[in-house]
């Protein structure tokens, strides 16, 4: 295919045929990776940044298989050429544009692409493939990221100590206090607990996103770990005037799962149905078989509900809502992208379900453990 003039023809339609001088000098000086492609995978244009970014002359590259010239993987470095992840075929299939497609292109340039197919008529599309070069971006991230990691770290070690000495001063072991210092001295140390939650939490992320986040997956009985995050929760509720329920199955469901992470999940499910909940209100745990493969959890509030404005923010960090009710809570917006980020790190999925003023569902798939994994 390479050199055949029909196939050079083919590239008007799709780059350069009716589009005004300056649309061209755009395309041409770009920074941004352009490459234009027929419905076989073929290579029918490309601009300046992408010969430069895959290391091919228009010339040489025009009529080749994409798989040749792009040589598409995913960031962790598969290859998608030929599967049904390639964001190519999938395109094809789908007709509609794919957008921020992380890959890696040529040889180790990763790019946050957009994919988009053009009607060219006689039931013909081509596909417009347009990268960005995330490298720069993502050594950033990372420079970025770690330095958090640092910062949190540097934190946690004077917190802990601070704790340490309310403790100890609360025992009575640097004398007796009076009701009302010790009233005092609680109010210090919740406040010292929820700036220890907040750093453990900014450490739990910077390390996921740096690929620093693993789960130790073994058989847990759920019953046993719902039992501790509800005794730890307890205090909390008791202050809020809500009542903590518990409706789990005999027997109780085995869940394949790491039970830090997981008394970490249903925690800050928990925490949240508490905070979002009135007084007299009730929050209520509960587990069942949802397939041969998982098991699924959730937690149930009677409180406020989410505003439907809110919805497709709810999973994202450090989203605070402007409503009234939801905004005079408070919180710093981690807790439920770390329940996200743990659950499906094992491989299951997290939802909700909510309506105004009757309450909240939050529910998960966690995977269940099955005799012949040990």
């Known amino acids: 295919m390479e050199g055949d003039s029909s196939q050079e023809q083919e590239i008007a339609p799709t780059m350069k045929a009716g589009t005004h001088p300056y649309l061209e000098e755009i395309v041409s000086h770009t920074p941004d990776a352009l490459i234009a492609l027929d419905q076989h995978f073929h290579v029918l244009d490309l601009n300046p940044t992408a010969s430069t970014i895959l290391g091919w002359s228009a010339e040489k590259a025009i009529g080749r298989g994409c798989t040749e010239v792009l040589h598409c993987r995913n960031l962790n470095k598969m290859e998608l050429c030929g599967t049904s992840s390639c964001p190519l075929v999938r395109v094809l299939q789908l007709k509609q544009a794919l957008p921020n497609e992380e890959l890696i292109i040529g040889d180790t340039c990763e790019v946050s692409a957009s994919v988009t197919p053009v009607d060219v008529g006689n039931n013909e599309l081509h596909i417009v493939f347009t990268t960005r070069d995330m490298s720069a971006l993502k050594v950033a991230n990372r420079v970025r990221a770690n330095f958090v990691s640092m910062v949190s770290h540097e934190l946690r070690t004077p917190l802990n100590s601070v704790h340490g000495f309310i403790d100890l001063l609360s025992q009575g072991h640097m004398g007796e206090l009076n009701q009302e210092q010790l009233k005092y001295l609680q109010y210090t140390q919740e406040g010292v607990q929820q700036l220890i939650a907040i750093v453990e939490d900014i450490l739990f992320m910077t390390r996921s996103d740096v690929g620093q986040f693993e789960i130790k997956q073994q058989e847990i009985n759920f019953r046993v770990v719902a039992k501790q995050v509800v005794s730890s929760m307890e205090p909390q ?86 409503h009234t009710s939801q905004s005079r809570m408070g919180g710093y917006g981690l807790g439920l992208s770390i329940a996200k980020l743990i659950v499906e790190q094992h491989g299951g999925s997290i939802n909700f379900e909510s309506s105004h003023k009757e309450g909240t569902t939050f529910y998960f798939t966690i995977p269940a453990f099955k005799k012949q994994r040990g």
């Open 237 to 322: 509720a008791r202050k809020a005037g809500v009542v903590i329920n518990k409706e789990i199955p005999m027997p109780s469901p085995m869940l394949y799962a790491d039970p830090q992470r997981m008394k970490q999940v249903l925690n800050n499910l928990v925490a949240n149905a508490i905070k979002f909940t009135p007084p007299e209100g009730t929050v209520t745990i509960r587990a069942r078989p949802y397939n041969k493969d998982f098991v699924m959890i959730s937690v149930t509030d009677t409180g406020y509900g989410i505003p439907e404005e809110d919805h497709q923010h709810v999973f994202e960090r450090f989203y605070q809502s402007n």
